[in-house]
C-alpha cells in the first residue's frame, strides 16, 4: 500500500465564512523511498471547517491507487469530527439528532466514501510544513 502525507493550511483560521485561500500539499513515498509532491492552492468563501474539508477532499480526489493516509492540519474540529462522529452521521444518512443535515454533508460523505479505498488518519501540523505552506501561499497565485 502505498504512504502518502496530506498537508493543509488556510491563511485565515476565523470560524467567519470569508475569502480565504487554503492550500495543500501531497506528499507520496514511492516504493523506492523516493518522495514526490503536489501543491495546489485555492482562494474560496468559506468557513475556516469548510475550507479544511474541501481541501481534504480535494486533495484525496488526487488518490487512485489505496493509499495508507496521514492527513496534518491545525483543524481540530475536522479531526475530532472525523475521530468521534463520522460513523455516527453514516449510520443515520449523515442527519444529524434533529433529523437535519449534518453541516458539510456532501464532504463528510466524500471522505466517509474514501475511507473505504484509503487507510486515513488525522494528525496535528509540524511547524516545518506549516511554515512552508504558509510561504507558498504568499509566494503564488490562486489556480
Known sequence: MYK???YIEADKKA???LERRY???LEYIRKDGRTETRFTLRSVRLT???AVLKATVEALGKLNKNCQV???TDNDYVKSMYETELDKWEQKDF????GRDIAS???WQAISA???QHVIRFFESDKEHTNQLREEMRACKVS
Open 114 to 116: 474514501y475511507r473505504r
Open 15 to 17: 470560524p467567519q465564512r
Open 48 to 50: 475556516y471547517n469548510e
Open 70 to 72: 496521514a492527513i496534518y
Open 23 to 25: 492550500c495543500f500539499l
Open 95 to 98: 442527519k444529524a439528532r434533529t
Open 105 to 107: 454533508r456532501e464532504e
Open 4 to 6: 502518502v502525507n496530506i
